[in-house]
């Protein structure tokens, strides 16, 4: 069984930085694709970012310049580094992949 768990969520002022990592376990990130997500509240979930098994990675545009999201495959994680977060910001992130999904890691923007 596959399980994703994420961390490093929290509160941050505007303006402030995150960096969300996401453990895999059950399956081997080498060689296979990821994404992550966010729900906030009252909203439907929002695509974030993608990174795929040939190497590549997307962004939505919404988060373009501020969210990067890398690998690491040693250690079979994932992680999102959120800059310059805005109020907006604010929800429960997710990584999802191996047709399973985190339970969430809340993130709350604000002074």
């Known amino acids: 069984e596959v399980q994703l768990v994420e961390s490093g969520g929290g509160l941050v002022p505007p303006g402030g930085s995150l960096k969300l990592s996401c453990v895999i376990s059950?399956?081997?990130?080498?060689?296979?694709?990821m994404n992550w997500a966010r729900q906030a509240p009252g909203k439907g979930l929002e695509w974030l970012a993608g990174?795929?098994?040939?190497?590549?990675?997307l962004v939505a545009d919404s988060v373009k310049g501020r969210f990067t999201a890398t690998r690491d495959n040693a250690k079979n994680t994932v992680y999102l580094q959120m800059n310059s977060l805005k109020p907006e910001d604010t929800a429960v992130y997710y990584c999802?992949?191996?047709?399973?999904r985190g339970q969430g890691t809340q993130v709350t923007v604000s002074s």
């Open positions: 059950g399956a081997a990130l080498s060689g296979s694709s």
């Open positions: 999802a992949g191996f047709d399973a």
């Open positions: 990174m795929y098994s040939n190497g590549e990675s």
